[in-house]
């Protein structure tokens, strides 16, 4: 909104006009100077810097309006200038506006009326843009700002991938090895035969080293799908085939828990895909239902073909998942409500891995779930070849 304590500067080589405009301005409350040409009005000007507006008149001896408002747009681009005129010719109008004058103002018996809301319009226009200039020049500074900040965020986040890569890398092979040890001590060996105490401690012992192999592949994966450099080995094969056999591996993780797996594979022509990462999203997707199901439950498997696109599913009767932690769902490192019903463990890394999976298959991963009615999740790829 515009004060009325800005400073008007008026030009005028006829002492009566200038007189009687300052009388006009002050009456409304702004504050005035005057000058007698356009050349006093550019010292008073460089003088002054809380000159808000200039309202000069076109005719004066020495540098006329135009030359004026010339003068003053090579000093300040932004001023705003208004031209005073006797004469209501159109191109008179025109060639002040095109010099670069904010608006004119026709001397007539309406002056005073029309004066005081033109300068208010002037000075508004250009409160607006100067409000304007400073946010874009707020909004420029908070952008790069931004994209400092994402350049040092997409650095720490290399650096972290990085870290993770050759972290897990390194642990890895320890770690298959302590693995082998343990086997090797769990076979029978001449001497006295170890007592049960002992080879359940050696078979817990072989369960925690899977357990942290599984998470170090987990690891090694996020690693190279941030950093972009997920390769997939597309394979012209039957899916079917595939799934049984991790079906029947699976079964016998299922069996402790006394939890049936069902399937309904439909025999699906060959089509290209990766064998070993699809075979990884469906391990992943089967190994959750069974650590989810409660004892003595069912899990459904199904394979569909359907308008070119494979479609596999696995249904459990576990507990659900809530529609407030749909969202978290494929994120990495979430943990959710629902807990393994025999504890097993979950770092919230696989869902996030199978999702880029499929994707880079140019597919899709879903879940369809009700609280306490169990949890179907699908992937659907494409059969045209990757």
């Known amino acids: 909104m515009v004060s009325n304590q800005e400073k008007i500067l008026v030009v005028d080589d006829d002492p009566f006009?200038?007189?009687?405009?300052?009388?006009?301005?002050?009456?409304?409350?702004?504050h005035v100077r005057t000058a007698r040409n356009g050349l006093s009005a550019l010292r008073k000007y460089a003088d002054d810097p809380y000159i808000s507006l200039v309202l000069s008149d076109m005719n004066m001896a020495e540098m006329d309006g135009i030359g004026l408002v010339k003068a003053l747009r090579e000093r300040d681009p932004e001023i705003p200038i208004i031209i005073l005129t006797v004469n209501n010719r159109v191109s008179i109008a025109i060639e002040a506006i095109h010099s670069g004058a904010s608006d004119y103002?026709?001397?007539?018996?309406?002056?005073?009326?029309?004066?005081?809301?033109r300068i208010r319009e002037v000075l508004e226009r250009s409160q607006l843009r100067t409000q304007n200039r400073r946010l874009l020049k707020n909004l420029e500074l908070k952008n790069r700002e931004l994209e400092a900040s994402n350049r040092k965020l997409l650095e720490l986040n290399q650096l972290k991938n990085k870290f993770l890569g050759i972290a897990a890398h390194d642990l890895r092979g320890p770690i298959a090895g302590i693995k082998g040890i343990v086997e090797m001590l769990a076979e029978e060996v001449p001497g006295p035969p170890l007592s049960e105490t002992r080879k359940e401690q050696l078979m817990l012992v072989s369960t925690t080293t899977d357990e942290i192999i599984s998470l170090i592949d987990d690891l090694l994966d996020v690693s190279v799908i941030e950093s972009g450099q997920l390769d997939i080995c597309p394979l012209k094969g039957p899916i079917r085939e595939m799934l049984e056999k991790h079906i029947r591996l699976s079964q016998v993780v299922a069996a402790k828990k006394h939890i049936t797996?069902?399937?309904?594979?439909?025999?699906?022509?060959?089509f290209s895909f990766d064998p070993c990462r699809i075979g990884q999203v469906f391990d992943n997707l089967l190994s959750n239902a069974i650590k989810y199901s409660p004892p003595h439950s069912a899990i459904?498997?199904?394979?569909?073909?359907?308008?070119?696109?494979?479609?596999?599913?696995?249904?459990d009767e576990g507990p659900g998942i809530p529609d407030t932690e749909r969202s978290m769902l494929f994120r990495e490192f979430q943990k959710l409500s629902a807990k393994p019903t025999a504890?097993?463990?979950?770092?919230?890394?696989?869902?996030?891995?199978?999702?880029?999976?499929?994707?880079?298959?140019?597919?899709?991963?879903?879940v369809e779930s009700r609280p306490g009615e169990g949890a179907t999740f699908s992937f659907e790829i494409p059969t045209e070849a990757i």
């Not at 797996?261 to 060959?270: F, G, M, Q, T």
């Not at 504890?343 to 499929?358: F, R, Y």
């Open 17 to 30: 006009v200038r007189a009687m405009l300052s009388e006009i301005l002050e009456t409304e409350g702004y």
């Open 105 to 117: 103002i026709l001397k007539d018996e309406n002056i005073e009326n029309s004066i005081l809301i």
């Open 261 to 270: 797996i069902h399937s309904a594979l439909a025999d699906v022509p060959a």
């Open 300 to 315: 459904h498997v199904r394979l569909a073909l359907e308008n070119a696109r494979v479609r596999v599913s696995v249904t």
């Open 343 to 366: 504890g097993e463990q979950s770092v919230g890394l696989g869902l996030a891995i199978s999702k880029k999976i499929i994707e880079i298959h140019k597919g899709r991963i879903e």
